[in-house]
Structures are given as structure tokens and as C-alpha cells.
């Protein structure tokens, strides 16, 4: 169940930082409101991930799963850069959440 609470805290945090740009976009107060309500479940999942789990396992696959999905978000909906160096560097950083998960 830990795992699952992991998982749901980095899309919970993804929700997070697409609010953040949305925000920026649009300063409306249901902007503001999704972007706490989104980091606040974001932590609140991962405390609950972390009774079970050792602290750097799930600090690592949290951030891995925020900063990778932070990222694709970005391509898909902002026309970030596609690169094949970028998209490289952010499947190495899916193969190392999965990792760790595999060896936890």
C-alpha cells in the first residue's frame, strides 16, 4: 500500500507543478487553490508512503516521479523540447524509480 501512496503523491505533485505555470498563466484564486490542494495531498501521500518506507527510498522515487512527469506534462501540453537527449535523461530517471523499487 506504501507504493501505491507513493505513486499517488508524485501525481499529486505533477498537479502541483502544472498549477504552478497555470498559475502563472492565470492568477485566479482556483489556480492558487488547486496548486495547494495538489502540493498539500502531494505531502500528505507521501507521509503516509514514508511510515512504511525508509525516508531516501521515497523522497527519491517521489521527486523521480515529480521531476519526470513535471517534464513529459511540459512536452505534451507547454511544446517543451522533445529531444532524444531529454527524453533519454528522463526514461533513466523512470528505470531508476523502477529500481528502486525492485530492490526495496
Not at 492565470?26 to 496548486?35: I, K, N
Not at 495547494?36 to 521515497?58: D, K, Q, R, V, Y
Not at 523521480?64 to 529531444?83: C, N, R
Request: hydrophobic fraction near 60%; avoid cysteine; aromatic fraction near 14%.
Amino acid at each position: 500500500m506504501a507504493w501505491l501512496f507513493l505513486i499517488f503523491a508524485g501525481l499529486f505533485e505533477m498537479i502541483g507543478v502544472l498549477m504552478i505555470s497555470k498559475l502563472h498563466k492565470d492568477r485566479s484564486w482556483q489556480s492558487l487553490l488547486l496548486l495547494f490542494l495538489g502540493f498539500g495531498a502531494s505531502f500528505l501521500f507521501l507521509s503516509f508512503a514514508m511510515e512504511t518506507l525508509p525516508m531516501g527510498i521515497a523522497y527519491a522515487v517521489w521527486t523521480g516521479i515529480g521531476a519526470s512527469g513535471g517534464a513529459i506534462v511540459g512536452m505534451i501540453l507547454y511544446g517543451e523540447s522533445k529531444d532524444w537527449k531529454r527524453v533519454a535523461f528522463i526514461a533513466m530517471i523512470i528505470g531508476a524509480t523502477i529500481g528502486l523499487k525492485l530492490v526495496s
